[in-house]
């Protein structure tokens, strides 16, 4: 949903009607991104894709008849057979998808997602799914959720943001249902320290729809941390002492999501004493990824940087990794 920020904030500073849709819930279609979601136009153009624009013309169709004084609407889309092949999916499913009018979407959140900050949007939506009343919360904020969004609602959608994935929920309540959607900050990884691993880290990090900064001194890296609070992730690859103790330190009191650090059993021994030493604890310590990476048999560069990434895809999810077959339930979750 963050790619339709900009969009979104245009329309409404020109006045301009539009459509947000996005599901409710799904069965099947398989590996996705769950914060899609598409911004319909007056004009019936469609900004972002469901399903790979599957269903758009029937969303389209929908969106134009939204009766007036409804603030939602939910309609029911499948996509199936030939429908799958042409739209390029993994596989066919079934969806509730909620139609939303732009003009009752806060503003805050499109300018949350605009500047790439960690948000959710919880909307409540009637027993008879005609009305919709939406509010923006955020870490450690509350009060852009508004009066009808109820408590529970609200702790879940901070539970959600804290595990840095972005995703739906729904929270049946008395009156009807609240919707929670999350969008946290894309993760940025602030490498410090140069050669290759550094650059395959970039290439890794573009192929995950991710950003990248590489550093080589301690300053660039303290800068970089200061600049990017919201889903800075920390490589440390330097072995410098100079460098890697106090930029690990910084990363470690600021609450910087993953923090990991390249080296032997010997070198990460060493960094704990140090890190001690400048006043840190044990319990923040035992948040260095370090040896870093999954095991998952790496050995070249390329595959590190993998294993790297993995383990950095995990740790924001809060998730310990292990064979998906082992873990039991759905999938995609």
């Known amino acids: 949903m963050r790619e339709l920020a900009d969009v979104a904030r245009r329309w409404t500073a020109q006045g301009r009607a539009g459509v947000l849709g996005r599901p409710i819930v799904e069965w099947g279609f398989g590996p996705r991104n769950p914060a899609d979601a598409v911004l319909i136009g007056g004009d019936g153009r469609c900004h972002g894709s469901l399903y790979r624009g599957a269903?758009?013309?029937?969303?389209?169709?929908?969106?134009?008849?939204?009766?007036?004084?409804?603030?939602?609407?939910?309609?029911?889309?499948s996509v199936h057979h030939e429908e799958v092949t042409s739209a390029g999916l993994t596989r066919g499913g079934q969806a509730e998808v909620l139609l939303q009018p732009l003009h009752t979407l806060p503003a805050l959140w499109w300018d949350l997602l605009a500047n790439g900050a960690d948000a959710a949007l919880v909307t409540w939506l009637d027993e008879s799914l005609t009305r919709a009343v939406s509010g923006v919360v955020t870490p450690g904020r509350r009060d852009g959720a508004g009066a009808y969004v109820p408590v529970q609602a609200v702790e879940r959608a901070e539970e959600l943001l804290s595990r840095r994935r972005p995703g739906r929920d729904t929270l049946p309540v008395d009156d009807g249902l609240v919707l929670i959607e999350i969008v946290p900050a894309p993760p940025h990884l602030d490498i410090v320290g140069g050669g290759e691993l550094a650059q395959l880290l970039l290439a890794q990090a573009r192929l995950l729809g991710w950003s990248a900064t590489v550093v080589s001194t301690a300053s660039d890296a303290l800068g970089l941390l200061a600049e990017r609070r919201d889903g800075a992730c920390l490589v440390m690859l330097s072995r410098d002492p100079d460098i890697d103790v106090p930029v690990l330190s910084a990363a470690l009191t600021a609450g910087v999501a993953y923090v990991g650090a390249l080296g032997s059993r010997r070198t990460q021994e060493r960094r704990h004493a140090d890190l001690i030493g400048a006043g840190l604890d044990e319990k923040l310590l035992r948040r260095v990824h370090g040896p870093i990476g999954l095991d998952l048999g790496a050995r070249s560069p390329a595959e590190t940087a993998m294993a790297i990434c993995a383990e950095v895809l995990a740790g924001l999810d809060g998730r310990e990794a292990r064979v998906l077959r082992e873990r039991p339930g759905p999938v995609n979750v």
């Open 55 to 77: 269903c758009d013309e029937y969303l389209v169709s929908e969106a134009a008849v939204l009766p007036a004084g409804h603030t939602a609407c939910v309609r029911e889309v």
